[in-house]
């Protein structure tokens, strides 16, 4: 059980386009997700807090017109890169809080900015 | 900002033999928790500990917590080639909060 998706596994975009990454819990409810990145190598940063309901508690730095998240159920949260730039490529994984306070995590997502 | 720092960066041992990381936290803490993350994927839930434990297992892997000197570690024992891998430690301030990652251990397992 806990099972949390992500789709799309990878993106390749033109600069200046906005991308929309989806993360599911699929047998869970998650009033709670969080969308982190990562960069090669590296560990993950947190950029946001994602409430069923609410607005997103974004992390310093983290530029909430950039990076549009939207927790409209559950079960599914959204994180979309808008006017991407080949700087904000890297790879994004989302979590959801599920039971006995442990975080699950998606796969993961991959983008690509040209 | 990433509170946690992760010793060694990276390990190479053989099959067989034991895996020790260690994780060492700047802040009170409710919780610590380790993952494992594969090259390129997201990340698997190995175990979670509370501030008032000491000690937990699950199958091959045993871990720590010293609250006194804000440090964990994991132990996995007869480590085998398809637990090479990165494993991170993090940290949540209160129960059900967000995680603070540490900087991670990249495990080599040689066949």
């Known amino acids: 059980g806990a099972v949390v998706s992500q789709h799309p596994s990878r993106v390749i975009c033109k600069s200046g386009t906005s991308v929309k990454i989806e993360c599911r819990s699929l047998?869970?409810?998650?009033?709670?997700m969080f969308w982190y990145r990562q960069f090669p190598k590296k560990s993950l940063m947190l950029m946001a807090t994602?409430?069923?309901?609410?607005?997103?508690?974004?992390e310093q730095g983290v530029e909430k017109d950039k990076f549009l998240i939207n927790h409209a159920s559950l079960t599914l949260s959204t994180l979309t890169v808008t006017s991407a730039h080949p700087e904000d490529s890297s790879f994004y994984i989302c979590?959801?809080?599920?039971?006995?306070?442990?975080?699950?995590f998606g796969p993961g997502t991959r983008l690509l900015v040209l | 900002s990433q509170q946690g720092e992760e010793d060694p960066q990276a390990l190479s041992i053989q099959e067989g033999e034991n895996a020790t990381m260690n994780c060492s936290y700047k802040?009170?803490?409710?919780?610590l928790q380790w993952y494992r993350q594969n090259s390129g994927r997201g990340l698997v839930h190995l175990i979670l500990?509370?501030?008032?434990?000491r000690e937990k297992h699950s199958g091959r892997l045993r871990v720590t917590l010293d609250t006194s000197k804000k440090s964990s570690s994991l132990l996995i024992t007869a480590s085998r080639a398809a637990d090479t891998a990165s494993y991170f430690c993090?940290?949540?301030?209160?129960?059900?909060?967000?995680?603070?990652f540490g900087e991670g251990t990249q495990l080599t397992v040689n066949p």
């Open positions: 979590s959801a809080m599920g039971p006995w306070e442990t975080q699950y």
């Open positions: 047998d869970f409810q998650a009033t709670t």
């Open positions: 994602s409430n069923e309901g609410s607005k997103a508690t974004y």
């Open positions: 802040t009170s803490i409710n919780n």
């Open positions: 500990i509370r501030s008032n434990e």
């Open positions: 993090a940290t949540g301030e209160t129960s059900g909060s967000r995680l603070t």
